[in-house]
């Protein structure tokens, strides 16, 4: 167990961010739902990852082949995607200490690196399921897929544990289902939603946040 009432040395530290409803202030893939889908099928796929009965990959899948999805139409969708408005000062804050920083999302690599770029977020490294258009198909690829695991389809426990050197001090952001998993190998967890309540009903150890305001005032008053 880490001590929490000390600081913290920056070159010691990693931190993992969720992306939607973390650093994103919707879930963006499910605004895709609402408008992309041809007809209302995805709602039924929805309720049956939500109680447990289908993982996030069969999910996905389906409700990607029941929308309208071409790469000209995400493009034109996507700059009105508004991330946290704490965001960007605090992963400059984390680049100015040299804090080891990732993303790790249940979303889509292509969809996050471009909210990023049109956002002027530089050089921070993106875990996710892999989305692609050869030759103006929709093409995924779930190249973080655990066969042990049925609830994700990118299972970041995985990309945690593989980025995180032993000695280091894990910084966990997120807010959902997926985020449960890896949060657990965690020192300190800033959840919200989902996750928060996973972490309550278990009587975990956590921090409720609201926006990231929250995490980079503590990160603050930490990282010295
Ligand atoms: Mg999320
Ligand atoms: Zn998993």
């Keep these: 167990m880490i001590d929490k009432s000390n600081q913290f040395n920056p070159k010691k530290c990693i931190v993992f961010f969720d992306f939607d409803n973390t650093i994103a202030t919707c879930d963006v893939f499910d605004n895709m739902l609402l408008l992309f889908s041809r007809d209302d099928r ?31 139409s995400l493009d034109a969708y996507l700059p009105k995607i508004k991330l946290d408005p704490y965001f960007k000062q605090l992963y400059k804050f984390l680049q100015a200490k040299k804090v080891k920083t990732f993303i790790l999302s249940d979303n889509f690599d292509y969809i996050i690196n471009r909210i990023l770029s049109i956002n002027g977020i530089k050089n921070l490294k993106v875990y996710a399921n892999k989305l692609s258009f050869p030759r103006g198909k929709v093409a995924t690829e779930y190249p973080y897929k655990n066969k042990d695991c049925q609830i994700c389809a990118h299972c970041k426990t995985k990309n945690l ?19 449960i998993c890896p949060a657990k190998y965690a020192n300190v967890v800033f959840a919200k939603d989902n996750l928060l309540k996973h972490f309550k009903d278990n009587k975990l150890d956590y921090m409720a946040f609201h926006n990231l305001k929250d995490v980079f005032t503590y990160l603050k008053s930490k990282l010295k």
């Design 42 to 72: 995805w709602v039924e796929l929805e309720k049956r990852w939500t109680s447990g009965r289908i993982g996030s990959k069969t999910c996905l899948e389906g409700q990607l082949r029941g929308m309208d999805l071409d790469k000209k």
């Design 161 to 179: 544990l593989a980025k995180a050197p032993k000695d280091y001090i894990i910084i966990y952001v997120g807010d959902g289902s997926t985020d």
